[in-house]
């Protein structure tokens, strides 16, 4: 088992850029795809990832000391320190049950395959860690290995449903045709963003803004442009964070480049990605007709969208005031604030089709839930991290990550759990 675990965590230390070529040149020698189309393919979808990550990653440091200017001018102070994605996700990784989980999931995935319960065929490994995650949140509850295996294989069926109820629309709003999104800590969300954006079409002059980029362009000329909204927020930005005027201008432009540039390296990743889907789909169809398979990839994809980097971007100063003044929250969301900001934008925005306005409303509405979620997993997550090889800075108690409040399936069957273990 650790021979898997230990290829996996090789693999994925890796970066995307490198494993998804990996993967799909691997999938693609299993399907028997044309060698010259899996070779360009795999290449130009390393390229791919490598554009929307060097774009997402360099714009996060860019705005990121304007966060940490916010924080320190507003004077924001929590008692949970927030300590990244990737401690948590190395955390999971080190979970002893890990390997288990990922073979468990292999086996639902075929199996649902299989019985037509699902058209996702996941094949973005490293997503893997968010059923762990949920696996081990149940084993320190439970200290059963079979409930915490069982745990995360429900957490991974459900995704691979949800990721088959949303791909329509992420074809038709992202525009990625055979491509579906199973990630955990995404698509969970994907419900509630449906549900509210129904709300928002009911209330009364709510229902009548529509702010989508081309409404905005098409009444206010080139102001509408990704270009220049992107310009705009990223200024607004800077002068929310005290910042001196020449770094008001860096985040300013550094915004405006992201919005135009990340839908860029997106069209790139997408030459390689539906040669490779569609040669995928054929092939599967023929041995299993009237199927509608869909590729399941990082649901990290989804943030390349103007509507969506435009809503997270806006929500950054507004999640650090919600972390201030939310009763019941305890962390401070700072590690991953513009990145968590624009991940949890995207459905909001895709069921708003695009409409900014509405994705900021629900994704307010879910980064209280988040941050929530968060703060009552600290505990448990603690524990986790501990476990994994963390150390804690003298005088604090807690840990958590913004991310893991991302994880809105696995918290449920967690709390579910834990109210049966509570009854009987």
């Given at each position: ?14 970066g ?32 791919g990832?490598?554009?929307?990550t ?10 990121g ?17 927030d300590?990244g ?31 037509k ?82 709300l ?9 803004i ?7 362009q ?40 992201t ?41 990290a ?22 972390a ?9 969301p700072i ?38 979620i ?11 991290a ?39």
């Open positions: 088992m650790q021979y898997v675990i230990n290829a996996l965590n090789w693999i994925s230390q890796l995307p850029m490198v494993m998804m070529p990996i993967i799909i040149f691997i999938l693609g020698l299993i399907f028997r795809v044309k060698f010259a189309t899996l070779i360009k393919s795999s290449l130009t979808i390393g390229v990832f490598a554009g929307v060097i774009v997402i990653n360099w714009f996060v440091a860019q705005v000391p304007s966060v940490h200017s916010m924080v320190s001018h507003w004077g924001i102070q929590t008692s949970i320190m300590v994605w990737p401690a948590r996700a190395a955390a999971t990784w080190a979970f002893p049950l890990a390997a288990v989980v990922v073979f468990i999931v292999l086996g639902i995935n075929a199996l649902m395959l299989i019985t319960m699902t058209n996702t065929v996941m094949v973005d490994f490293w997503s893997y860690n968010h059923y762990i995650f949920t696996g081990a949140l149940v084993w320190y509850l439970t200290k059963s290995a079979g409930i915490s295996l069982l745990a995360a294989a429900l957490d991974a069926a459900i995704s691979f449903k949800l990721a088959d109820w949303t791909a329509p629309l992420a074809q038709k709003y992202f525009g990625l045709e055979g491509i579906s999104f199973p990630t955990a800590n995404s698509v969970g969300w994907a419900p509630i963003a449906w549900l509210l954006n129904k928002w079409s009911v209330i009364p002059g709510i229902k009548n529509d702010a989508r980029p081309e409404k905005i098409k009444k206010f000329g080139f102001v509408g442009e990704p270009l220049f909204m992107g310009f705009v927020i990223g200024v607004l930005i800077g002068i929310l964070a005290e910042d001196k005027v020449g770094n008001i201008l860096i985040v300013g432009m550094s915004t405006a480049a919005m135009v540039l990340t839908p860029k390296m997106m069209q790139i990743l997408m030459e390689g990605l539906i040669p490779f889907a569609n040669s995928i789909k054929e092939l599967l169809n023929k041995k299993f007709p009237g199927n509608k398979f869909t590729i399941g990839v990082d649901a994809l989804t943030v390349a969208d103007s509507s969506v980097i435009a809503c997270g971007i806006i929500m950054v100063p507004i999640t650090l005031i919600l201030a003044i939310l009763p019941g929250n305890k962390l401070l590690s991953d604030i513009a990145y968590q900001a624009m991940w949890l934008s995207a459905w909001p925005v895709a069921f708003g089709k695009g409409n900014i306005f509405r994705g900021l409303l629900s994704t307010f509405v879910i980064t209280c839930c988040v941050l929530l968060a703060t009552n997993l600290a505990p448990i997550h603690t524990q986790l501990l476990a994994g090889g963390f150390k804690l800075a003298q005088g604090m108690h807690y840990i958590s990550t913004e991310d893991a409040g991302t994880h809105i399936i696995g918290f449920l069957i967690y709390k579910v759990i834990a109210l049966i273990k509570a009854i009987f």
